[in-house]
C-alpha cells in the first residue's frame, strides 16, 4: 500500500462553494481518493480531533470554527503523500502561501484556511482512523 495523508475541506470553503475545485486540483495533483464523505463535527469530535492544539490561545475559536458548517475529510494517497500534500496547500496563513497552492487560492484566514493536511506518517493514520474505518477505504 502506497503513503497516504488525511485531509479535511474545512467549513470556509464547502459553504463557499470550493469542494469541486479542491478536489479537482488534489487529483490533479496525483493524489488518489481512498476514502471520503461530507459531514459536520460536533464541538466535541472539532476538539478531539485538534486534541493536540488544546493548550493553544486559538483553541476554542479553532473548535467553534471547524464544528460550524459541514466538512470533507478524505484520505488521499500518493508517494510522498505528507509531504507533497502540504506543498500543495501551502502556508497555514495563506498571506503566506505560495502562488498556486489551495490556501492561496480558497482560503480567507490563518484559522478559516480551506483545508487540512496531516503533518506526519503517524498522524495521518491516527487522523484517518479517526473519520474512517477500514470499511470506508476503496481501493
Ligand atoms: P491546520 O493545519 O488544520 O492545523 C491547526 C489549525 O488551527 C490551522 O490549520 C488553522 O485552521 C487553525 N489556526 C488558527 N489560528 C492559528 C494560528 N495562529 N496558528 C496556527 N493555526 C491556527
Known amino acids: ?22 478536489i479537482d486540483h488534489i487529483v490533479s495533483a496525483g493524489f488518489k481518493v481512498r476514502a471520503m464523505k461530507l459531514m459536520r463535527l460536533t464541538p466535541e469530535q472539532a476538539g478531539m480531533f485538534y486534541y ?4 493553544r490561545p486559538f483553541y476554542n475559536d479553532l473548535v467553534r470554527y471547524m464544528s460550524s458548517g459541514p466538512v470533507v ?14 506543498t500543495l496547500i501551502g502556508a497555514t496563513d495563506p498571506a503566506k502561501a ?9 482560503a480567507q484566514s ?3 484556511n480551506a483545508i487540512h493536511g496531516s503533518d506526519s506518517d503517524d498522524n495521518a493514520k491516527l487522523e484517518a ?5 477500514a470499511l470506508e477505504w476503496v481501493d
Open 1 to 22: 500500500m502506497k503513503p497516504y495523508t488525511l485531509t479535511i475541506i474545512k467549513p470556509d470553503a464547502v459553504a463557499a462553494g470550493h469542494v469541486g475545485k479542491i
Open 52 to 55: 493536540i492544539h488544546r493548550e
Open 73 to 86: 475529510p478524505m484520505v488521499l494517497e500518493k508517494d510522498n503523500a505528507v509531504a507533497d500534500f502540504r
Open 98 to 106: 505560495a502562488e498556486g497552492t489551495i490556501r492561496k487560492l480558497y
Open 110 to 112: 490563518i484559522e478559516a
Open 129 to 133: 482512523a479517526f473519520f474512517f474505518s
